[in-house]
């Protein structure tokens, strides 16, 4: 079937510690994308990628970093310098464009506490 | 920027209807869409309205008024398995994705 996988699905990190979180899609979508969910904030952007070797800062890009090598595939990277990591992070693609029918694809989350 | 603007939270019985609105403010508006999600899981996707009017579907219907900057979602025949965060989302030239607003929480009690 296809879907987002995102793993962990829950992961620990002390302070200081950089950690990554994987995304892989096997939609053939072109876009991709993380969100950060915080409890009553909603959803806000990280970071997108509209295209393999491309990617755009989204409104809270300080203190993660992502990469995007190939097309079913955009790990984030939530480094030491992010202030305060522990959320439920979200990734998501869509088609090309996909921004115009509104609909975007999520993965299952995973969920980050700093100990 | 881009700024939007819902309920935290709306109650209701099984079988009622509950509407859930949305106004949002931003440039190079293309569209409004609505999710759902369940605690702790994946946001899905329900409806999105790029034209002035209703759209149905099934239970849910969407409506948007572009010159009001204004939305909401419908839920009609309200069941217990409805009780979920509800988000609507801009989709707007200024990024190639979606902003979302903070959600409502829906609540059905038999």
């Known amino acids: 079937d296809g879907g987002i996988t995102q793993s962990p699905k829950y992961l620990f990190r002390k302070e200081g510690q950089n950690v990554t979180l994987s995304c892989e899609q096997n939609l053939n979508h072109d876009a991709m994308y993380w969100y950060r969910q915080d409890p009553g904030q909603g959803l806000r952007l990280i970071y997108y990628s509209q295209i393999v070797n491309d990617f755009q800062k989204g409104d809270i890009a300080e203190g993660y970093s992502v990469s995007r090598e190939k097309k079913e595939s955009f790990p984030l990277t939530v480094t030491s310098a992010q202030k305060n990591p522990t959320a439920f992070y979200l990734c998501a693609s869509s088609i090309s464009g996909g921004f115009r029918t509104g609909e975007l694809f999520f993965g299952e989350g995973s969920r980050l506490t700093v100990l | 920027g881009q700024s939007l603007e819902q309920p935290s939270e709306v109650t209701a019985v099984e079988g009622a209807i509950v509407q859930i609105n949305c106004t949002y403010q931003?440039?190079?508006?293309?569209?409004l869409s609505w999710y759902q999600q369940h605690d702790g899981g994946a946001p899905t996707f329900l409806s999105y309205?790029?034209?002035?009017g209703l759209e149905e579907t099934g239970r849910f219907s969407s409506f948007l008024s572009r010159s009001d900057s204004y939305g909401y979602l419908l839920l009609q025949e309200l069941q217990m398995k409805d009780s979920a965060s509800y988000f609507c989302?801009?989709?707007?030239?200024?990024?190639?994705?979606?902003?979302f607003g903070k959600g409502t929480m829906l609540l059905v009690s038999p």
């Open positions: 309205n790029a034209l002035d």
């Open positions: 931003t440039s190079g508006f293309y569209g």
């Open positions: 989302a801009v989709s707007h030239s200024g990024y190639s994705t979606l902003t």
